[in-house]
Nanobody
């Protein structure tokens, strides 16, 4: 079973950038799709970006044009570059497969101040 560990979150001012990383304990090369999800306080977890094995990406409308998902199969890592951050991007960010596994990592907190 592959375990996923997220990192890279932090506190940033509106308009700033962060790069999140998701390190997998095993190979992700054969996993067809992976995604970044987020959960804001009092809200349901939502998928914000996904990437297929072949590198095809899709984004939620709320982050399109600002976030970029990428993967490095050789390093078993998935990234999320977040630019032009807004206070409404504040959430705990998780990576998981698509569809997601039942178990979730601890996530990484992203806080955007206005």
């Amino acid at each position: 079973q592959v375990h996923l560990v997220e990192s890279g979150g932090g506190l940033v001012q509106a308009g700033g950038s962060l790069r999140l990383s998701c390190a997998a304990s095993g190979s992700i090369a054969r996993i067809s799709a992976m995604g970044w999800y987020r959960q804001a306080p009092g809200k349901q977890r939502e998928l914000v970006a996904r990437i297929t094995e072949g590198g095809i990406t899709n984004y939620a409308d709320s982050v399109k044009g600002r976030f970029t998902i990428s993967r490095d199969n050789a390093k078993n890592t998935v990234y999320l570059q977040m630019n032009s951050l807004k206070p409404e991007d504040t959430a705990v960010y998780y990576c998981n497969f698509i569809p997601p596994l039942p178990s979730w990592g601890q996530g990484t907190q992203v806080t955007v101040s206005s």
